[in-house]
């Protein structure tokens, strides 16, 4: 196990238990730093998904920063184990009803979350790279998101505008999709993009 730390809000520079995962890739400080800014520092009442969660680092900065509710979604059971433990270092006063931890599989979490109703204010989507798991998310994305709703992915390849006008029917609903921010540090490109229901759909 190694650590990382909060960057902001509330929790700052609190220590975050990073599971000895195969792939398991933290968003880099530097990464994480620039999103927030790109954000606001912060997201109160903002209801959030943190999609293959890993070390729960999106999701947890986003509490820290105020947001509403977190849903963490993430299969290995080692990495579940370490989100556990650190909101439960923070202490349930703090987190009760704010934090949910689904141990399950990131595609199936998504039909489940429809079912359920629920939509989300923001996603954060940091996918293994290789396996082509990001292309398989966009078709079940669309009916967990808000009318106005915030994307954050990161990916081995930039996203370009093209790729996105691809992308946006997949999404259904008649949203539409473009990129608010994008950049990149070194090998990771990260973007946040922005989907909106048109007002003849909403």
């Known amino acids: 196990?190694?650590?990382?730390?909060?960057?902001?809000?509330?929790?700052?520079?609190?220590?975050?238990?990073v599971a000895a995962v195969s792939g398991l890739r933290p968003t880099p400080d530097r990464v994480r730093e620039t999103l927030f800014n790109w954000l606001g520092q912060r997201l109160d009442g903002i209801s959030c998904l943190d999609l293959f969660a890993g070390s729960g680092a999106l999701g947890l900065e986003a509490l820290s920063r105020g947001a509403r509710e977190v849903l963490f979604v993430e299969s290995d059971r080692r990495a579940v184990r370490a989100i556990e433990?650190?909101?439960?270092r923070?202490?349930?006063?703090?987190?009760?009803g704010r934090a949910e931890i689904w141990s399950a599989d990131a595609l199936s979490s998504l039909t489940r979350c429809a079912r359920l109703g629920r939509r989300y204010d923001l996603v954060f989507l940091?996918?293994?790279y290789s396996a082509g798991v990001l292309e398989r998310v966009w078709p079940l994305l669309g009916p967990v998101l808000a009318d106005q709703a915030l994307i954050y992915v990161e990916s081995g390849s930039a996203l370009g505008d093209a790729d996105l006008a691809a992308i946006a029917p997949q999404l259904g609903g008649g949203r539409s999709l473009r990129a608010?921010?994008?950049?990149?540090?070194g090998q990771?490109?990260?973007?946040?993009?922005?989907?909106?229901?048109?007002a003849s759909e909403a």
């Open 1 to 17: 196990m190694s650590t990382i730390r909060i960057i902001g809000g509330a929790w700052k520079r609190t220590p975050l238990v």
């Open 85 to 88: 433990q650190t909101l439960g």
């Open 90 to 96: 923070l202490g349930e006063e703090q987190v009760q």
């Open 126 to 128: 940091d996918p293994p």
């Open 180 to 185: 608010q921010k994008r950049d990149r540090a």
């Open 188 to 198: 990771v490109h990260y973007h946040l993009l922005v989907s909106t229901v048109a």
